[in-house]
């Protein structure tokens, strides 16, 4: 027993390692104004400076993907749940069978690689409906179909947890319409899920790289791949912002999902 | 070699927490030994200290004779029955009965003739074939029972094997169990914490609280003569009446004035005047019609407040007039024609009383 | 209870859901294999063009960076869930472990690419590191921008994502189990052979293939590696399709795709009846 603990610790100490190390060279990279190859024991702790992130935020290429990319975010989410939020309540309450053709339907864009669903979007849309392409907020369905298996499974937790039936059924007979009752009795008590299938979609929306770079519109990720050329310390800069924002989106879907599920 | 299983002065503790405290029981072969107690009490640990999954901090456990305190639980010759997920959900009901010979290296035509010999046994014979998931959780103790058969253990362990099953099927299985033990005569230990079953299938039962022995005895004993309150208000139903001692022979229920005889000696050597509590059974109060609810120096008068309809028994619940004092009666529903609101009187039969 | 929705207003209320699906998902696949089966008179079928000859080797270097990828993302990914099991007495470290896989495994391509390019580059930190203690890994030709390198990039998704598969099959493995089988007579290894292993093997078998399936359909990464991505599917069809240009050989491009969706569809059904044996088990 001793052995096995010892190797459980030795395997848990090199994945750590090895998680951690890119972080703190692209870190570095990013805020120490000394090449690497000029780095030794003696200025470690030299030159260390912000600049660079700020040098990145005065950027107008910047600001505009940026300001792009989070209004994306805002759209996918919105656009989840209201497309998901009613069909898959209602499902809930009267067709069993729809919730599981609902479900099923959720995995299949785990099926359509991202480069397979653009360039069919685009063969699609380029002669009939172009301004979809030509619109950046043209990604904002293709995002929500992308964010989907994970969307519908949080939403799916939180309508599960609830006796929905019974919340509906007093809503009713107190008399309220079936929009009030979405907005004022189903919508507040998956909170939760609400807010945890927003998350996921903003961390899909912000490091989406496929579709973007297809349809040639200008979002952070795309940003990050040319600054990289230009200002590489810049971009990696962001670029650790950005894993920052997503690490705690992702905790905070965690944390959640877990109040979702008890 | 005998198979018998004797547990010597077994200690073990959880950090701060006495789970057992020199536990001394010997089971002997044929016999069925209940562990009966609350949660908490140590049954179970005592159990898993046999069985070798866990290891007590002094004394000993012999199998047959033989000490097996220092042997891997794989090799004590065990059978073991847990309360549930004890099948292997991956294996057919007949390679999980033959897991134990395969482990063995028997040969594949006398493993399958001992398991259909098995299945037989707990009359399961039909589901050889299927899975864990596609039978009940009654037929899936069965199951896990011929299992444990499987290897001739010398001493069966049985850890609440009936607790995750629901109430129907619980007797089922319970005289299930009970039958096959008789059959093929192998000690049993059985831990519960359902005084029901304890009374229903034992030969003996060992009453344990705190990591503690209270009683070993037959049921009849344990439930008729209880050598402690514990062992008297955890085994059957039981009075908790508050008294006052009058003298050697006479108590008083405390707050009124009647005066009645108790068993010569049970007062104990406490002096006249004491409080106590006196721990009687229901079915040992006798009750009578009574003309008047007028509290009197003659007897124990009473008003009935509560019915309790059990079928073929029926208990009633009498306030004593006068005081807060709530008896419960039981006896045959024939002899219970009582109203509520009705006025009678009680007579406390204290020869099997407990006086503390 | 007097429903308010009448049959067919219940079937109404699935109609945006399910027309967004169709046109935003599944007409655009459609169309992606419409394309990939429309041949040009004189034109051998782009389906069959798309894995014969020089496009073959892109389809064998997709397929052999996810499998090697996820092949050692299994042992690894494996390895650290046993370790969290193994350690569970040590508090705070299995939520630590399992909160950064599940960061880890949903690492955007272009950041981590950075990373990679910052820790084991020609001028990275790590490579750097090692070489100070006498390890020159670019003189043994070591580069990110290659085969190796990209595995080595794609492990640090593959890695935490078996893990967080497995740590809940692993969970499901009940304590009676283990204590059954040694009341049986078995030892250790037994226990393995017969139970333990067994019971895991369709979600360590569903993991491959969901690590499969997400190497196979990564883009970014290599993308942001550039010369060593060229080669795979993903990148191709890109060349292909580039913007809204039309190549003479667009079809080939959509056939390359067809096939990427054929693929990931194999994989993705083969984890689902995986998935589903593992759950009944959990019973």
Known sequence: MRLGRFIAWLVVGVVALFYVVPMIAMTRFAFQRIPVIKLSLGNVFDKWTVAPLFESFTESEFRSSATLSLMLAVATALLTLVLLVPTMAIAHLRSPRMRRLIELSATLP????????????????????????????????????????????????????????????????????????????????????????????????????????????????????????????????????????????????????????? | MTRNIVFSDISKSFGSVNALSHFSLSVDEGELVTLLGPSGCGKSTALRVAAGFEAADSGDVLIGGVSVIASPANKRGIGMVFQNYSLFPHLKISENVEFGMRVRKMSRTSRTARVGELLDLVRLAGVADRYPHQISGGQQQRVALARALAVEPRVLLLDEPLSALDATVRVEVRDEIRRIQRASG?????????????????????????????????????????????????VGKVNDLGVDVVSSTKLRLRG????????????????????????????????????????????????????????????????????????????????MNFQIGDAVIVEFDTERALLI | MASSLGQR?????????????????????????????????GERNPMIEAVT?????????????????????????????????????????????????????????????????????????????????????????????DFWGIVLVYLYFQIPLM?????????????????????????????????????????????????????????????????????????????????????????????????????????????????????????
Request: hydrophobic letters at 55%; charged letters at 15%; a positive charge.
């Open chain 2, 186 to 234: 192998i000690a049993t230990v059985f831990v519960t914490h359902d005084q029901d079953e304890a009374l229903a299938i034992s030969d003996r039962i060992c009453v344990m609280t705190e990591g503690r022995i209270e009683q070993v005895g037959t049921p009849v004993v344990v439930y008729r003569a209880p050598a402690t309150a514990f062992v008297a208000r955890f």
């Open chain 3, 53 to 145: 000859g020089q496009y073959r080797s892109s389809f064998i270097f997709s397929l052999q960076l996810s499998f090697i990828s996820s092949a050692i993302g299994l042992v690894i990914g494996s390895a650290v869930a046993i370790a969290i099991m193994q350690l569970a007495d040590v508090r705070g470290l299995r939520n630590i472990l399992v909160g950064y896989s599940s960061v880890a495994a949903n690492m955007g391509g272009i950041p981590l690419a950075f990373a990679f390019l910052a820790a084991f580059g020609m001028q990275g930190l790590a490579t750097r590191l090692l070489k100070e203690i006498n390890i020159d890994i670019i003189g043994w030709g070591f580069k990110i921008s």
């Open chain 3, 9 to 41: 207003t219940r079937h109404l209320a699935f109609l945006p859901y399910a027309v967004f699906l169709f046109i935003f998902l599944i007409w655009p696949g459609l169309y992606v294999f419409r394309q990939a089966l429309n041949q040009s008179a």
């Open chain 2, 256 to 335: 009124h004035r009647f005066a009645f005889e108790m068993k010569p000696g049970a007062a104990g050597a406490g002096a006249a005047g004491r409080e106590a509590q006196m721990l009687i059974r229901p079915e040992d109060v006798r009750v009578a019609a009574a003309i008047s609810t007028e509290d009197s120096e003659n007897g124990i008068h009473g008003v009935v407040r509560t019915i309790n309809f059990g079928g073929a028994t029926t208990s009633i619940d009498v306030q004593v007039v006068g005081t807060d004092h709530f008896v419960r009666v039981a006896d045959n529903t024939r002899t």
């Open chain 1, 110 to 262: 785990f099926v359509v690689p991202a480069i397979a669903l653009v360039v069919g979007f685009a063969g699609t849309f380029r002669e009939t409906l172009p301004i979809l392409i030509r619109s950046s907020f043209g990604l904002v369905p293709l995002y929500v179909v992308t964010a989907l298996p994970f969307t519908h499974r949080t939403i799916e937790n939180g309508l599960a947890a609830l006796d929905l039936r019974t919340l509906v059924n007093a809503s009713r007979s107190l008399g309220a319409s079936w929009t009030r009752t979405m907005i004022f009795v189903i919508a507040p008590n998956i909170r939760a899920s609400i807010a945890t299938a927003s998350f996921l979609a903003f961390t899909v929306v912000l490091g989406e790289f496929t579709i973007a770079s297809l349809l040639l519109k200008n979002t952070l990720p795309l940003y990050l791949a040319y600054a990289q050329g230009r200002n590489p310390q810049g971009a990696f800069a962001v670029g650790i912002v950005l894993i920052i924002v997503s690490t705690i989106f992702v905790a905070l879907s965690n944390r959640l999902g877990k109040v979702v599920r008890a």
């Open chain 3, 163 to 283: 893990t967080l598969v497995l740590v809940p099959a692993l969970d499901g493995l009940r304590r009676t189990w283990a204590e059954a089988a040694q009341s049986l007579g078995a030892t250790v290894s037994q226990y393995w052979r017969f139970i333990a292993l067994p019971i895991l093997t369709p979600a360590i078998l569903g993991g491959f293939l969901l690590l499969v399936a997400n190497a196979f359909a990564a883009y970014a990464t290599a993308y942001a590696l550039s010369s060593g991505g060229s080669k795979l599917v993903p990148v191709q069809i890109r060349f292909f399709l580039q913007g809204e240009t039309i190549t003479g050989k667009s079809n080939l491009g959509y056939a390359l795709a067809a096939w990427m969706v054929i693929i990931t569809a194999m994989l993705v059904a083969g984890f689902q009846v995986m998935t589903r044996r593992a759950e009944r088990w959990r019973q």
